[in-house]
């Protein structure tokens, strides 16, 4: 039993290791999100002027403090390239190498994605502290534990929705030579969908009751909302959950078809 | 004059030809890019659902001006993305020393070799949303302010090329010129936004002044909503003809250094 938590635990040392190496990458990439994060400090600025002084019930703190919680997240639990990782390895067969090991391929890249982000969360938090001192006037956090003790949890799901869907387009190498068209397209849908544009609960009501029936609110904005107070009620936040499982089910069987039904297709070329 | 025209066109007979073989692609791509566009609508759209102004611009001025930057974007993308991303590539590859034999001014040769016909498709769309919002805002602007418009949107364009010619010519130094691409997005970002918005003297130096991506859409935006300025209108072409001679110095004097990797 616990042999099996140490091959993966292994994988994620390697993992750990390997995405050290890129920490200045992640590092210069942190600091260009600080160019993107003045663009939202401009817009939402003048925003807020032109309305009330604040932003759908929000003030103009607790906007930005949501576009710095977005940041924070998509470092620590986004899916960055493994979707072109995943494709690469089918497409000049590295995959194979698995297909006669005793290994999981999905727990494995998993294993590989949890170290990476492990690194790029971390290192995102020294950009974000150089910072701080024009950042710190906006920032407005709940001052609440229990918004910790809701988030994390959404949180940890999240990452795993982000994987899985990353994973399933880097599958579709078994049927497509090109995926890049559908990872962007899914990435517009995303972007919108996942909140990174606008909090969605700027949404007109019946878009935002859509939206939270869909996988991509729980990519990113549903723990993005617990974590600065947008959503403090304990029954949509344990409704959220609710649907927030049935996704990661979905997700996760339907990884598991495209992967025995890829497998039927592959050819191994290489190896 | 002529001579270039027609190594143009054979390009661009080229890079048509290819699409209609990935008509998939193409169909894919275009998609891409309607989806961009429609999400940055969308945000204007709601965001508005909040509030009045945006440092003095109203919805549809401020779809108007949405629109001319994806205008000046699907052009770029259109007529050079594709051939200045490749030139990164091919100067580290060392394949750039197909554009040293070929009959025509290097930069003209390595910059314009493929076209993107869905790009261009799209620019359609980002002009339709730009008559869109003017026809919203009741604006009936002249013929000649129309050519204005336009003239100022090719400045624009001119100075995005540059800016990406400039950065990608840094491969020759450096040898890799990867991440630009990224930063070239974040950038266009602060082309979004109202000129009045950026309130802050370093943000203004920079977006503004020193880097025009802010210039670049707000001018010719400003053209149609408030009426011609001649000042700005100046400006915007002065910095293009400066941003051009730069990029065209910099990519000189790189290819000077140029010392082809291949064996």
Redesign the interface.
């Known amino acids: 039993m616990f042999a099996i938590f140490d091959k993966y635990r292994q994988v994620f040392l390697t993992g750990l290791q390997s995405n050290i190496v890129y920490r200045f990458n992640f590092a ?2 942190g600091f ?1 999100s600080l ?2 994060l ?2 939202v400090v ?2 939402w ?7 009330s002084g604040g ?2 019930g929000f003030s103009l703190g607790q906007t930005i403090t949501y576009f710095v919680t977005l940041l924070i997240l998509q470092f620590f639990i986004s899916a960055f390239n493994e979707d072109y990782q995943i494709s690469e390895e089918i497409r000049n067969g590295l995959i194979n190498q698995f297909l006669l090991k005793p290994i999981n391929y999905f727990a494995y890249r998993f294993s590989i994605f949890v170290a990476a982000r492990l690194v790029s969360g971390l290192v995102v938090i020294v950009p974000l502290l150089i910072a701080l001192p024009v950042l710190r006037e906006y920032l407005a956090f709940p001052h609440d534990y229990r918004v910790l003790l809701f988030g994390l949890p959404a949180m940890a799901m999240s990452a795993v929705i982000q994987f899985s869907i990353a994973y399933c387009f880097g599958l579709l190498s078994f049927w497509f030579l ?1 995926i890049q ?2 990872v ?2 899914s990435m ?2 995303e ?2 969908l996942g909140g990174q ?2 909090p969605l609960d ?3 009501e019946w878009a935002y009751a859509i939206a939270r029936c869909l996988p991509f609110y729980y990519q990113m904005y549903f723990p993005a909302a617990i974590f600065t107070g947008r959503l403090t009620d304990p029954t949509l936040i344990f409704q959220g959950y609710g649907i927030q499982v049935a996704w990661v089910i979905a997700l996760l069987l339907v990884n598991q078809v495209l992967w025995s039904r890829g497998l039927r297709r592959h050819t191994a070329v290489g190896g | 004059m002529l001579h270039y025209a027609k190594i143009w066109a054979a390009s661009a007979r080229y890079s048509i030809t290819r699409t209609l073989m990935f008509r998939g692609d193409f169909f894919v791509w275009s998609l891409v890019e309607l989806f961009w566009m429609s999400v940055n609508i969308l945000t204007i759209t709601v965001i508005y659902e909040h509030t009045q102004s945006i440092a003095g611009w109203t919805k549809y001025q401020m779809v108007l001006l949405v629109g001319t930057s994806m205008l000046i974007q699907r052009f770029l993308m259109g007529f050079f993305w594709s051939s200045i991303f490749e030139m990164g590539r091919n100067i580290r590859s060392g394949n750039f020393d197909f554009y040293l034999a070929q009959p025509g001014n290097v930069m003209f040769m390595a910059t314009t070799r493929k076209l993107d016909p869905d790009s261009l498709l799209n620019s359609l769309v980002a002009a339709a949303v730009v008559i869109y919002a003017a026809r919203q805002l009741g604006l009936d602007p002249s013929a000649g302010q129309i050519a204005l418009y336009a003239l100022m949107v090719l400045c624009g364009v001119v100075i995005h090329y540059s800016i990406l010619v400039l950065s990608i010519s840094l491969a020759f130094w450096l040898t890799s010129a990867q991440g630009i691409e990224g930063i070239y997005f974040t950038l266009t970002e602060f082309s979004r936004l109202p000129r009045a918005a950026f309130t802050g003297i370093a943000t203004q130096m920079l977006f503004v002044w020193l880097l025009p991506v802010v210039m670049v859409t707000n001018v010719p935006a400003s053209l149609l909503v408030q009426g011609f300025d001649l000042t700005l209108s100046a400006w915007l072409f002065g910095s293009a003809l400066v941003w051009f001679a730069a990029a065209v110095f910099v990519f000189n004097r790189g290819l000077r250094r140029y010392t082809s990797a291949s064996s």
């Open positions: 210069v990439r260009f160019f993107h003045a663009a401009i817009l600025s003048a925003a807020s002027l032109g309305g932003i759908g090109e068209g559908f962007i397209l517009a849908l972007t919108l544009m606008f700027l949404l007109p």
